[in-house]
């Protein structure tokens, strides 16, 4: 199995511009997450997802939009990249069931730097 | 507000030597992880508590909650060089349910010196 699989890797992005993280996983997971995580600091969560169809607000949701129309996809989109966006950024998901409770299995991660 | 602190931020301990990794939340939790990241990488999972007084252990790591306290410890016994890497909790801020939108600390960057 894949996992979590991130694209791009890496990305330098002028201000203003727009772009989309891709994010998919195989694992047949109902809950998707994306993070920032900035130098030296924890993991912030930006956007979750508990199923298609279905996104909410995580702690920083500003500036970017999210949607979940497959279980397997969940794209990430900054619309007006602005130099504090400069993070990178993980993509995770999990299994959220009624007797159990997994840990996040995370993507590799985006390098995003806006300059 | 749930908050998680971690402390130490940065431990350099030398090899064979034994230390702990705190992990304090400000709310009422009984769900609690913890991860590694190595510098570049990824996050893995290591540990998941999901109830108070859960002790999980694997090779040279353990992991214990006290909901009571509001706190994790992460033990370190006999450190090698392999160990050396960024630790972070993480808290779920719902009791006696699941949210699993997790309330990270700023991680402990582990250096272990031969």
């Known amino acids: 199995n894949a996992g979590v699989t991130q694209t791009p890797k890496f990305r330098i992005l002028k201000i203003g511009q727009s772009m989309t993280l891709q994010c998919t996983q195989d694992m047949n997971h109902n809950y998707m997450y994306w993070y920032r995580q900035d130098p030296g600091m924890g993991l912030k969560l930006i956007y979750y997802?508990?199923?298609?169809?279905?996104?909410d607000k995580g702690e920083v949701p500003n500036g970017y939009n999210v949607s979940r129309s497959t279980t397997e996809d969940f794209p990430l989109r900054l619309e007006l990249a602005a130099p504090s966006q400069t993070s990178v950024y993980f993509c995770a998901s999990s299994y959220l069931g009624t007797e159990f409770n997994q840990p996040q299995h995370f993507g590799d991660g985006t390098r995003l730097s806006i300059l | 507000e749930l908050k998680v602190e971690q402390n130490p931020l940065f431990l350099s301990m030398q090899e064979g030597k034994n230390y702990t990794i705190y992990c304090n939340y400000s709310?009422?939790?009984?769900?609690l992880y913890w991860y590694r990241q190595d510098p570049g990488k990824s996050l893995e999972s290591l540990f998941v508590?999901?109830?108070?007084?859960a002790v999980k252990q694997e090779g040279r790591l353990m992991a214990s909650l006290d909901t009571k306290a509001r706190l994790s410890t992460l033990h370190i016994t006999a450190a090698v060089h392999d160990l050396s890497a960024t630790y972070f909790c993480a808290v779920d801020p719902l009791y006696g349910g699941a949210t699993n939108k997790l309330i990270f600390g700023t991680g402990t960057l582990l250096a272990v010196q031969p």
């Open positions: 508590l999901l109830s108070n007084g």
């Open positions: 997802s508990v199923g298609a169809g279905i996104t």
């Open positions: 709310t009422t939790s009984d769900r």
